[in-house]
């Protein structure tokens, strides 16, 4: 276990801001940091998701209800929760793949809603308040897509970019991106448990790892890019090789 030089875990005491904290990624990251004493605040649009999370967290957590496409609300819970270490954002909307030919602008203007502006805006609103980082999400569609992939890989494009672009104008808060590749979590419950099983079989076997991932394998990543204090501008991909082959 990294420890600093009292031998205090290093996030131990430290406030840890994680939007989309109610579900996949971001509540394993919520379980993780909280693990290792952190304080730890979820966000996310569904109060009932938020309180079903809360059960899985130490009492000293705590969550709120927001639409993180709302600027108004954005700043606002902010301003209410002050000070703090470090932002996560994880929050995305059910995955959309298709044809270029069959997306209609409309649907790809709001795929961008939550993913990107809703990152850029809490980005926005809270760096006034983190002593720390930031850590955002993307995916390898940025540098691996596949058909059908215009919208995944034109937003984790976009999120990268932006990180870079942070990391510069935000410092000396380090900000740092996560691209993870194919994990388990409800992104895929458009589609039906056996078209899920499915996919997750056909992209384990292809994969170096022999599997798919899970959010908890995801979530290490979080922890390290808070713990560590020297890597800013970086997208860390966590894919099972997935990029190699």
Same mark, same amino acid.
């Not at 209609?104 to 990107?116: G, N, P, T, V």
């Given at each position: 276990?990294?420890?600093?030089?009292?031998?205090?875990?290093?996030?131990q005491g430290?406030?840890?801001?994680?939007?989309?904290?109610? *579900?996949?990624?971001?509540?394993?990251t919520a379980?993780?940091?909280?693990?290792?004493?952190?304080?730890?605040?979820?966000?996310?649009?569904?109060?009932?998701?938020?309180?079903?999370?809360?059960?899985?967290?130490?009492?000293?957590?705590?969550?709120?209800?927001?639409?993180?496409?709302?600027?108004?609300?954005?700043?606002?819970?902010?301003?209410?929760?002050?000070?703090?270490? =470090?932002?996560?954002?994880?929050?995305?909307? =059910?995955?959309?793949?298709?044809?270029?030919?069959?997306?209609?602008? *409309?649907?790809? =203007?709001?795929?961008?809603?939550? %993913?990107?502006?809703?990152?850029?805006? *809490?980005?926005? =609103?809270?760096?006034?308040?983190?002593?720390?980082?930031?850590? @955002?999400?993307?995916?390898?569609?940025?540098?691996?897509?596949? +058909?059908?992939?215009?919208?995944?890989?034109?937003?984790?494009?976009?999120?990268?970019?932006?990180? %870079? *672009?942070?990391?510069?104008? @935000?410092?000396?808060?380090?900000?740092?991106?996560?691209?993870?590749?194919?994990?388990?979590?409800?992104?895929?419950?458009?589609?039906?448990?056996?078209?899920?099983?499915?996919?997750?079989?056909?992209?384990?076997?292809?994969?170096?790892? +022999?599997?798919?991932?899970?959010?908890?394998?995801?979530?290490?990543?979080?922890?390290?890019?808070?713990?560590?204090?020297?890597?800013?501008?970086?997208?860390?991909?966590?894919?099972g090789g997935?990029?190699?082959?």
């Amino acid at each position: 276990m990294e420890q600093i030089a009292t031998g205090k875990e290093v996030l131990q005491g430290q406030k840890i801001v994680i939007i989309g904290g109610s *579900a996949g990624i971001g509540l394993a990251t919520a379980k993780s940091a909280a693990a290792k004493n952190a304080t730890v605040i979820i966000i996310s649009s569904n109060q009932q998701r938020i309180n079903k999370a809360l059960e899985e967290l130490p009492e000293s957590a705590t969550g709120y209800a927001i639409d993180v496409t709302d600027e108004a609300q954005v700043k606002s819970i902010f301003e209410k929760i002050g000070f703090f270490d =470090h932002l996560i954002f994880t929050a995305g909307e =059910h995955l959309q793949l298709g044809d270029l030919k069959d997306t209609s602008l *409309a649907s790809a =203007h709001q795929f961008f809603e939550i %993913r990107y502006w809703g990152a850029f805006t *809490a980005v926005k =609103h809270a760096s006034p308040y983190i002593r720390n980082s930031i850590v @955002l999400t993307s995916g390898i569609a940025s540098n691996r897509p596949g +058909k059908g992939w215009s919208l995944g890989a034109s937003i984790c494009s976009a999120m990268e970019g932006f990180t %870079r *672009a942070m990391a510069i104008e @935000l410092a000396p808060i380090r900000v740092n991106i996560v691209s993870p590749g194919v994990v388990k979590t409800d992104l895929w419950s458009g589609m039906s448990l056996q078209e899920r099983e499915g996919m997750y079989n056909q992209i384990g076997d292809s994969l170096p790892v +022999k599997r798919v991932g899970n959010a908890d394998d995801i979530a290490k990543t979080y922890l390290y890019l808070m713990k560590q204090e020297y890597g800013t501008g970086q997208t860390i991909i966590v894919d099972g090789g997935a990029s190699l082959v």
